[in-house]
């Protein structure tokens, strides 16, 4: 059963104009065409959009899931691949958290040392004006 773009999206929670940019940059091949020029789509798409959807969900980037999409069309191949680009994806996100944890770390300082009176005696104003007034590399 084929139906239209609009429908796909609905399944899927995906947003007409990024179906379309996925169609674009070759993550969904091209869908065929009705007779009115309208785009038609199966369960197959929206299975892979799915899949898409939850990977950017996820974090990973669109070349990422390009690779992940052509593993996950060999099932019998070995899921090395796989894990490498899912281990090089947990350790930046780690790497992320811990640049998190120390801006949430000098921003909770820089309120600590508010004295909470006027913006010109204010620390925060002060601390981000002038980079040195920071403990952290950030």
């Known amino acids: 059963m084929a139906f239209p773009i609009g429908e796909l999206s609905r399944q899927t929670a995906v947003k007409v104009p990024t179906i379309r940019y996925y169609e674009q940059i070759g993550l969904l091949p091209e869908a065929p065409r009705s007779e009115g020029n309208r785009r038609l789509y199966g369960q197959a ?13 996820l974090g990973f ?17 070995s899921c090395h ?13 780690d790497r992320r958290i811990a640049s998190l944890t120390k801006l949430k ?5 820089m309120i600590d040392e508010c004295g909470h ?15 040195s007034h920071c403990l952290t590399d950030h």
Request: charge should be negative.
């Open 117 to 131: 009176g006027r913006v010109c005696d204010c620390r925060i104003i002060e601390a981000l004006a002038d980079h």
């Open 105 to 109: 770390a000098e921003l909770s300082r």
């Open 61 to 77: 980037e669109i070349e990422d899931i390009r690779e992940l999409l052509s593993m996950a069309a060999q099932p019998q191949s």
């Open 81 to 93: 691949q796989v894990d490498s680009i899912a281990n090089n994806h947990l350790a930046e996100i």
């Open 45 to 57: 798409e929206v299975e892979r959009l799915r899949f898409i959807r939850h990977s950017r969900e």
